[in-house]
């Protein structure tokens, strides 16, 4: 018997948002019916806000409160935020899956890129005449792609065969696929580990560099999105003194904050033992 946290029992026994939107600006859906659960996600956005969802799926209770919560957490949220959500936020927001129910989270995470590749399709007339790119199949007994694969490893931090099965299914039913999950396991934390070392061996010079230019391009340009900015004042070894203003709409976990934001970046692209702090 799976253990399940009381919110997933709650949104199981009572989903929210189940159903389907006849006029939808955007469908979404993961999964399939041959593989035992399948899920349909339908959005109305308006002025780049969720301001509807719904879904129907055919599923596990996991499943089911999966897409329930996952609703709740777009509802009311600009196309950037929801771009940013990840399979680990929804079970998070569920107060955690059972390891092997964590494809549900997936599926979910699934669809809603799915409903919003369609949209941007839909926007995008150019991009929907142009040729689709293909996606490498790995397990071809549940169609599980390379990239979610890879994607469910490093959300995740997923070590071993067994728990990318629980993530994504791959490699659950005639276990072919198995060997390459397992190459591919192992060039994720190569390649990882290179760009740790890389980060390890940056001069004191080339550190400052990396820095200014990440906070420049990347933090900075995501803060002003909403009205905020961030200043660097000072960089001292691995601490870096920033000044910050505006709120942390557009980062990927509701709970993160602003500091949080700019830290988890820095550390994940320069070196994880970044230390920022905020000065006034
Ligand atoms: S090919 Fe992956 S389980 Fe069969």
Redesign the pocket.
Known sequence: MWDYSEKVIEHYRNPRNVGKIDNADAIGVAGSLACGDQLKIYLKIKNNIVVDAKFQTFGCGSAVASSSILTEMIIGKTLDEVRKITNKDIADQLGGLPPEKMHCSVMGHEALEDALKNYDDYMDLDELRAEPVKEKII????GVTENQIWEAIKVNGLKTVEEVTNFTK????????KDVIKDIIETYYNKLEKEEHEASTLSPAQKILKISKVIETQIAAELQKDGGDITLVDIDGSKVYVKLRGKCSGCKNAMMTLKGFVENTLRETVDKNIEVIEVE
């Open positions: 397990c071809q007994c549940f791959a490699g659950g039913a005639c276990g072919r696929c």
